[in-house]
């Protein structure tokens, strides 16, 4: 099964792009070009991840749709796309997993992508066996683990000169300094 991305921003070559590169690499892709059109989709189908740019139609609207992914009985993982890197002092009120800074490498996308998958799955279990625990239900037997784990040390290779070939920098949301590295994603804001 094709683990499920929703990927909101208002500028249609980084959507275009983004697409491109996360199909390429196995993920199912659904876009969304505001912060309504993903709260809508949000309420009305099931992702695993969505990632969101935190500036669109108003500077609370990805703030708006960690909000809404938040309270998705999914409960998807959630990045939060920007250019603007908050400063340690100011969280800026959102509640991402990660925060991703464009530009960005595309292979470190698609490792942090991976990563976050898999750690918001353990983090799942882990808040299901407790929840159990707590309620004495009997356990039911875990999943085997997704194999983002194997696809993050496979390091997949993208195609030179693909839509993929786009540069973007990711930073971690312990690490609000992030300097963007190599070439511009198109679009870019």
Do not use: C, W
């Not at 969280?91 to 991976?114: C, F, R, S, Y």
Request: charged content about 25%; overall charge positive.
């Amino acid at each position: 099964m094709k683990r499920r991305i929703l990927l909101v921003d208002d500028e249609v070559a980084i959507l275009l792009t983004l697409q491109a590169v996360l199909e390429i690499n196995g993920f199912e892709v659904e876009t969304a070009a505001s912060a309504r059109e993903a709260k809508l989709k949000i309420r009305n189908n099931q992702y695993h991840m969505v990632i969101t740019d935190m500036r669109m139609e108003s500077h609370s609207a990805g703030s708006e749709v960690v909000l809404a992914a938040r309270k998705s009985p999914h409960s998807p993982a959630v990045a939060l796309l920007t250019a603007f890197p908050l400063a340690d002092s100011d969280d800026g009120g959102h509640d991402a997993d990660e925060v991703l800074v464009k530009p960005m490498n595309t292979n470190d996308l698609l490792l942090q992508i991976e990563a976050l998958l898999v750690t918001h799955e353990d983090k799942k279990r882990r808040e299901e066996s407790s929840r159990q625990f707590a309620t004495g239900e009997p356990k039911v037997s875990s999943t085997k683990r997704t194999s983002a784990a194997k696809a993050i040390n496979d390091k997949k290779s993208i195609p030179a000169g693909s839509a993929a070939g786009s540069k973007v920098a990711v930073s971690g949301k312990t690490s609000k300094h992030a300097t963007p590295v190599g070439g511009k994603l198109a679009g870019a804001h």
